[in-house]
């Protein structure tokens, strides 16, 4: 089973603050099918009904496997006369032109999501349908951990992108500053930061402390979905109405997900976009 991904190198300013300039993309897990079982199901049924053949057709990728056998279930669509694995495409093309994407639900995968501002992950989870979050805590991690993210427009602007790394610099170092006169403050015992565990004294620290950070601090995420989820954010995000910076993570997430799962998001075109940048369209929409 295949698990792609696009990696984004790591830079660093002459201070050694640590920024990424494009997002990675790390497919972490996808379906896992075995319609086996399946057939003490269908030997349940009369013998004329040749359901017992459904499972001699040669399988598909995980995912289109167990969509497929969802929706023709709907239809006790099991015998010869069936659309057969073949002739997927022909399926999933009748699936999302008649609008029927509830059987899309069912395939799920999960991305882990870096080198991504918290301006890009603001906009990700408004994403509510079929999604599933799991961020980054700027209170529960330490300063060692923390990234910064450029934006596209800066990095080929000496004036911009020498901003950015002072301003990642300064923010570090504030940050940094911040959470040592904290600590200092808590061995006087103030109120405010007050607590018997360790963790929580330190968690008060850093939720003190981040209020300096920028919305380019880096903040990674694992993104769970299901198909029509990811149909569904490749069309809002890979398109050219989409924040630029949303829109490159939309597109590389698009890809590995095509190449899982080539059936499933074969109606989708590549598009080169006015301002150099890539996106997806489809002609059916909101599946």
């Known amino acids: 089973m295949e698990f792609p991904a696009v ?3 790591v830079f660093h ?36 009904l040749e359901f017992k053949g459904y499972l001699d057709d040669p399988e598909l990728s995980p995912a289109e496997q167990l969509c497929k056998f969802a929706g023709q279930l709907c239809y006790m669509s099991l015998g010869p006369k069936r659309t057969m694995n073949v002739n997927a495409s022909t399926y999933f093309q009748n699936i999302k032109s008649s609008g029927h994407g509830s059987v899309l639900e069912h395939a799920n995968w999960s991305f882990l999501f870096y080198g991504i501002s ?7 989870v408004r994403h509510r349908a079929g999604f599933g979050f799991s961020q980054v805590s700027q209170r529960y991690v330490s300063g060692k951990v ?33 959470v040592q006169r904290l600590l200092e403050l808590q061995k006087h015992d103030l109120k405010m930061l007050s607590g018997e565990a360790r963790t929580d004294l330190r968690k008060k620290v850093q939720q003190a402390a981040r209020s300096c950070l920028p919305n380019e601090t880096e903040a990674p995420i694992v993104v769970t979905a299901n198909a029509r989820g990811w149909r569904h954010f490749s069309e809002m995000r890979a398109n ?12 590389n997430a698009f890809r590995c997900l095509r190449l899982v799962s080539p059936v499933i998001f074969e109606d989708y075109s590549e598009e080169e976009l006015p301002d150099g940048t890539k996106g997806v369209s489809t002609s059916y929409r909101k599946v």
């Not at 050219?240 to 597109?251: G, K, N, P, S, V």
Request: charged fraction near 25%; hydrophobic fraction near 35%.
């Open 13 to 48: 300013t002459e201070k050694g603050t640590s920024y990424l300039k494009a997002p990675g993309v790390v497919l972490i897990a996808q379906p896992s099918v075995s319609l086996k079982g399946v057939r003490g199901f269908l030997d349940g049924f009369d013998e004329s």
């Open 7 to 9: 990696h984004s190198p």
């Open 118 to 124: 918290r301006s890009v992950t603001h906009e990700l």
């Open 240 to 251: 050219t109405h989409a924040e630029i910076e949303i829109r490159a993570l939309a597109f």
């Open 146 to 178: 923390l990234r910064f993210v450029e934006r596209p427009e800066y990095q080929d602007d000496l004036v911009l992108h020498t901003s950015f790394e002072n301003w990642a610099d300064a923010s570090a170092e504030q940050y940094d500053r911040r």
